[in-house]
């Protein structure tokens, strides 16, 4: 079992930044790959970056280049860095975790609202 925090949400100003957390608790949760979602109303929850215990990241083509995933030196924490914001990017961003190897071993965590507007 593993347990996600998230932190870090709130209002920003277009062309602002943020930065989410997502810390991770319980057994073997180094070795899981970690992700953000997002979900704005009335649409569906999309990946936004992944990020595996190595290292290897994954971006989605709407944030390639303004968000930045990133794990603390024990892998239990997960960061996004968020920067030159758009009102498209407002939505709750979820924490995830997925067992690399056993599928049905995946976590969310409760969700931050973010909200880009002037």
């Known amino acids: 079992q593993v347990q996600l925090v998230e932190s870090g949400g709130g209002l920003v100003q277009p062309g602002g930044s943020l930065r989410l957390s997502c810390a991770a608790s319980?057994?073997?949760?180094?070795?899981?790959?970690m992700a953000w979602y997002r979900q704005a109303p009335g649409k569906q929850r999309e990946l936004v970056a992944s990020i595996h215990s190595g290292g290897t990241s994954n971006y989605a083509g709407s944030v390639k280049g303004r968000f930045t995933i990133s794990r603390d030196n024990t892998k239990t924490t997960v960061y996004l860095q968020m920067s030159s914001l758009k009102p498209e990017d407002t939505a709750v961003y979820y924490c995830?975790?997925?067992?690399?190897?056993?599928?049905?071993?995946?976590?969310w965590g409760q969700g931050t609202q973010v909200t880009v507007s002037s």
């Open positions: 319980g057994s073997s949760a180094s070795i899981y790959v």
């Open positions: 995830n975790a997925a067992h690399p190897l056993f599928s049905e071993k995946l976590y």
